[in-house]
């Protein structure tokens, strides 16, 4: 078996694994009858063609995995969810979405994120300037909350709420989930859409300029979102923003600190930073992999696969095929150009694709500027036990402050 996912090794480094796979068998079958896309060219192909879907329950074997979410809140939610729907379903709620990520609204809320990130760091300094510092607890899961949770209008006094909630709803993109993890999720999104539900209320009366506003305002102009579907994307967005994010800063920061000499090119040339971003996402992608459903037979890099299929695009294979990047292994802050697929494609291409570039940004950007020098404690790192996600648990950094 080229490709074992659960391989504790494939954990800590992917990257080889998914070399030896791409190399012998760029669409691969498991035992289980899943498909599995490595090349970049194909994954493209898969996200763009039409007769591959997002909707799972259009995968033959979806009945085997359905035992753990049938008739849940959860799987009530994940339905009415936008990733999980293909058109024409799919198209009108992404319109009324996309209402609410703009680039002029982006900007509008640029400053509240710079303050977020410094008003973090400023916490970490007033706690004695501390020399260790275990970045994913003190930064990188934090700030990404305080950000989506902003731009949906939510308090800060329930950030440690619905932390707490969107990380036990991650699970649901993981093969690997338990029953017992599927019930914590379940119970967790309960509390949320009661939550959430109850901010749209308040909004209906005194409404806002963020999220939930511009999502009630975009139903009372005459398009159907029913209350059930507003919440229901909105916690996709907290989920989707929030995890995603945090693991982008943790693996970017860890191979930037692993990288000295492009952290230095880095900061010698601070115009770098967009590109710096890009090559993060293509490097070590926080989203390992997307799913597709296969409405009919059809075929992928020559091979034929059946109606029903599930197929999965490796995205950190794609990201590192040496027929689009040369010198794929190497982490280049100016990579140019650098067509990755860490965000997917196609009409599910990430609709907070912009949104996080400024997150990664301006996190970047404010931890420069504070730490003078960075070390990674090796022996401390840990990854965490997913295979669709890929972040640390713990990112223990040795730091010199300014
Ligand atoms: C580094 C951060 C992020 C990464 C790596 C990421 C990655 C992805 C990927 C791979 C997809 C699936 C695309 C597909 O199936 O083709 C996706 C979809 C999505 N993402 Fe993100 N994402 C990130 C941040 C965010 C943020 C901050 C938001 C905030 C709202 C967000 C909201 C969404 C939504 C709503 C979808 C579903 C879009 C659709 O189905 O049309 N993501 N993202």
């Given at each position: 078996m080229p490709l074992d996912l659960r391989d504790p090794a494939y954990r800590i480094d992917p990257y080889p694994t998914l070399a030896r796979a791409r190399e012998a068998e760029p669409v691969h079958r498991d035992s289980w009858g899943i498909w599995y896309v490595l090349r970049h060219a194909d994954v493209v192909a898969v996200?763009?063609?039409?007769?591959?879907?997002?909707?799972?329950?259009?995968?033959?074997?979806?009945?085997?995995?359905?035992?753990?979410?049938?008739?849940?809140?959860?799987?009530?939610?994940?339905?009415?969810?936008?990733f999980s729907l293909d058109p024409p379903a799919h198209t009108r709620l992404r319109k009324l979405v996309a209402r609410a990520f703009t680039p002029r609204a982006l900007e509008a809320v640029r400053p509240f994120i710079v303050a977020a990130a410094n008003e973090l760091l400023d916490e970490l300094e007033a706690s004695g300037r501390p020399e260790a510092v275990e970045l994913m607890t003190a930064f990188a899961q934090a700030f990404p909350v305080r950000v989506i949770a902003h731009i949906l209008g939510l308090s800060i006094d329930d950030y440690a709420a619905l932390k707490a909630w969107s990380d036990a709803a991650i699970i649901v993109v993981e093969p690997t989930a338990r029953r017992k993890q599927?019930?914590?999720?379940?119970?967790?999104?309960?509390?949320?859409?009661?939550?959430?539900?109850?901010?749209?209320?308040?909004?209906?009366?005194?409404?806002?300029?963020?999220?939930?506003?511009?999502?009630?305002?975009?139903?009372?102009?005459?398009?159907?979102?029913?209350?059930?579907?507003?919440?229901?994307?909105?916690v996709l967005m907290f989920v989707a923003g929030h995890e995603t994010t945090a693991n982008l800063i943790g693996n970017g920061m860890l191979a930037l600190a692993r990288h000295p000499a492009e952290l230095e090119r880095l900061r010698a040339d601070p115009s770098l930073m967009p590109a710096a971003i890009e090559e993060m996402l293509r490097y070590d992608p926080s989203a390992n992999t997307n799913a597709r459903a296969a409405h009919v037979e059809l075929e992928i890099g020559g091979i034929t696969i059946p109606a029903g299929s599930l197929v999965i695009n490796m995205l950190g294979a794609a990201n590192r095929d040496p027929d689009v990047f040369s010198d794929p292994d190497r982490f280049d802050v100016g990579r140019a150009p650098n067509p990755h697929v860490s965000f997917g494609g196609g009409i599910h291409f990430c609709l907070g694709a912009q949104l996080a570039r400024i997150e990664g940004a301006v996190a970047f950007e404010a931890l420069l500027a504070r730490f003078a020098s960075i070390e990674v404690d090796e022996a401390g790192v840990l990854w965490k036990n997913l295979i669709n996600v890929r972040g640390l648990e713990s990112l223990p950094l040795r730091v010199g402050w300014r």
């Amino acid at each position: 078996m080229p490709l074992d996912l659960r391989d504790p090794a494939y954990r800590i480094d992917p990257y080889p694994t998914l070399a030896r796979a791409r190399e012998a068998e760029p669409v691969h079958r498991d035992s289980w009858g899943i498909w599995y896309v490595l090349r970049h060219a194909d994954v493209v192909a898969v996200q763009k063609d039409a007769r591959l879907g997002r909707d799972l329950r259009k995968w033959l074997g979806y009945a085997m995995v359905r035992p753990y979410l049938a008739d849940s809140a959860l799987e009530r939610c994940i339905e009415q969810w936008m990733f999980s729907l293909d058109p024409p379903a799919h198209t009108r709620l992404r319109k009324l979405v996309a209402r609410a990520f703009t680039p002029r609204a982006l900007e509008a809320v640029r400053p509240f994120i710079v303050a977020a990130a410094n008003e973090l760091l400023d916490e970490l300094e007033a706690s004695g300037r501390p020399e260790a510092v275990e970045l994913m607890t003190a930064f990188a899961q934090a700030f990404p909350v305080r950000v989506i949770a902003h731009i949906l209008g939510l308090s800060i006094d329930d950030y440690a709420a619905l932390k707490a909630w969107s990380d036990a709803a991650i699970i649901v993109v993981e093969p690997t989930a338990r029953r017992k993890q599927m019930q914590a999720a379940d119970a967790a999104v309960i509390e949320m859409m009661q939550y959430l539900r109850a901010q749209a209320a308040r909004r209906r009366t005194t409404p806002g300029n963020d999220v939930i506003s511009t999502l009630l305002r975009a139903a009372e102009d005459g398009d159907t979102l029913s209350e059930e579907e507003l919440i229901s994307q909105l916690v996709l967005m907290f989920v989707a923003g929030h995890e995603t994010t945090a693991n982008l800063i943790g693996n970017g920061m860890l191979a930037l600190a692993r990288h000295p000499a492009e952290l230095e090119r880095l900061r010698a040339d601070p115009s770098l930073m967009p590109a710096a971003i890009e090559e993060m996402l293509r490097y070590d992608p926080s989203a390992n992999t997307n799913a597709r459903a296969a409405h009919v037979e059809l075929e992928i890099g020559g091979i034929t696969i059946p109606a029903g299929s599930l197929v999965i695009n490796m995205l950190g294979a794609a990201n590192r095929d040496p027929d689009v990047f040369s010198d794929p292994d190497r982490f280049d802050v100016g990579r140019a150009p650098n067509p990755h697929v860490s965000f997917g494609g196609g009409i599910h291409f990430c609709l907070g694709a912009q949104l996080a570039r400024i997150e990664g940004a301006v996190a970047f950007e404010a931890l420069l500027a504070r730490f003078a020098s960075i070390e990674v404690d090796e022996a401390g790192v840990l990854w965490k036990n997913l295979i669709n996600v890929r972040g640390l648990e713990s990112l223990p950094l040795r730091v010199g402050w300014r």
